[in-house]
């Protein structure tokens, strides 16, 4: 593994380098906004919202927030072993990490399956127009943090790892970044009676 | 505790499932989003070492300030000097 030396205390050089924090702060921006849309409309029919947040599962949503702040941890840990140049436990902690995503998308999917049989698309009310476009999106990210996750994985397993410390910063950090918009997402789509 | 990862990673799924169990009980959406942002900054900061950041923008800030303030003294005093 390529040993290099980061200044972390830099604010050009943050965990991952600037670029993904830049990305990471847009993601949040976009959210932000899509959510805030959503408070606007729900104070302009709030029956309507507060009957519909009743009909979604939240045990399914308690789960999945577990599932997503227990991979952070994992992905956090998995940093945090690479290094100390402890690249078996890393590897352990990564699979981890992935195994909390996948179960994830499994949850989610089940999810969207009793909507879709329920016969709830995206056109059912305002509503659900706003979660399936905001939970679908993020899941979206889940997926694509996989794929990421998936190429590190690969990197830090082989003989002779192939992957520096701020490639692995960088894919932690957006792994993360689908935990925030998750726990953004979870309290005003379930929690808010 | 040693590892502050762990401690955090509890702290989340206690605040979790206390927000969930309350969710139901009277007016507590304000609360709720409280203990989300609280949530939030916890992964921000803990998970993603965005405390690295903070507290260089804070030393900076501090630093720059204190460069500044001895500087306005010294222009100040040799203003002074050059007055006089």
Redesign the interface.
Known sequence: MEAKAINYKSIYYPPGGILIWIIIFLELITFGMGLFAFAFYSREDPGLFHSSRLALNKTIGVINTLLLLTSGFCMAETIKCVKKNNLKKAALFLKLTNLGGILFIVLKATEYYQKITAGISISTNLFYTYYWLLTAFHLVHVITGLVILAFVFAGITKNKATINIENMEASAAFWHMCDLIWLLLFPVFYLLL | MKNK??L??IL??VL??I??II??MGSV?YL??V??AL??LL??F?????K??F???YR?FMKSHSTINVTDIKSAWILKMFLA
């Open positions: 990862n762990i955090t990673w989340l799924i979790t499932l927000t969930t969710a139901g959406a709720i989003l203990v989300a949530k939030f992964i921000a803990q998970f993603m070492e965005f690295n950041i507290y260089f923008i900076k």
